[in-house]
């Protein structure tokens, strides 16, 4: 069972609002990421990170920032929400490290989403 | 970069058939093809995965194949049950430590 878990699972804010989406795991994997999901069902790697004070930016630009001043912590934060923004905001993490002499497949675990929409 | 291509983007089968989902991947150095789950309200979770020195595996009711001449790998489904409807994704990554790359999504919907 994966322990990572994302706040809020639903959010509704009007057009300008500051949002911030929390992720929080409690594996102690080293790499976290943040993927939107349109409604279309694919995944965009919008945001990821391979460490404390290390965050990349992904595959599909966004305008969202992220932090990650924790190693459990990965929080993804709107200045001014708009319209655009709506969409499903999944949170994901692996571990890269070596146990027992073999190397982690790197398996993504996810959290359940936050779904935002921007009215 | 490593382009994956996943087919059909929906799939509608009876209970008790069989279900396959195809994917094909551009870069030669990919090495690692997981398959993931999503089932609705949740996020995609790890069903199976192949590494490239292997042409088959499976696992109960679900098998994956790879052919590495061709570049592509599928996902086979047997003896589908109700529980089965879900988005299934395929992935394709190259050495350890580098990102996933993703198909667009198969919806699979099991018909009672």
């Known amino acids: 069972e994966a322990d990572i878990y994302q706040t809020p699972r639903y959010l509704v804010i009007g057009t300008g609002k500051k949002i911030t989406l929390e992720c929080s795991q409690t594996?102690?994997?080293?790499?976290m990421y943040w993927y939107q999901q349109d409604p279309g069902m694919e995944l965009h790697l919008i945001h990821y990170?391979?460490?404390?004070?290390?965050?990349e930016k992904g595959d599909l630009s966004s305008e969202s920032t992220v932090s990650r001043i924790r190693t459990e912590h990965f929080p993804l934060t709107l200045e001014s929400a708009r319209p655009s923004h709506t969409s499903q905001y999944l949170c994901?993490?692996?571990?890269?490290?070596?146990?027992?002499?073999?190397?982690?497949?790197?398996?993504?675990?996810f959290g359940e989403g936050s779904r935002l929409t921007v009215l | 970069g490593e382009n994956v291509e996943q087919h059909p983007s929906t799939l509608s089968v009876q209970e008790g058939d069989s279900a396959v989902i195809k994917c094909t991947y551009s870069?030669?150095?990919?090495?690692?093809f997981p398959w993931y789950k999503q089932e609705l309200g949740k996020g995609p979770q790890l069903i199976i995965d192949?590494?490239?020195?292997?042409g088959e595996k499976k696992d109960q009711r679900i098998a994956v194949t790879l052919n590495k001449t061709a570049k592509h790998f599928s996902l086979h489904i047997t003896e589908t049950q109700p529980e089965d409807s879900a988005v299934y994704f395929c992935?394709?990554?190259?050495?350890?430590?580098?990102?996933?790359?993703f198909g667009g999504g198969t919806r699979v919907l099991v018909k009672p």
């Open positions: 994901a993490s692996s571990d890269s490290s070596v146990r027992r002499g073999l190397a982690s497949t790197g398996e993504l675990f």
């Open positions: 594996m102690g994997h080293d790499k």
């Open positions: 990170s391979y460490g404390v004070n290390s965050t």
């Open positions: 870069d030669s150095a990919s090495n690692y």
């Open positions: 192949i590494r490239s020195n292997v």
């Open positions: 992935a394709a990554r190259k050495a350890a430590g580098n990102k996933l790359t």
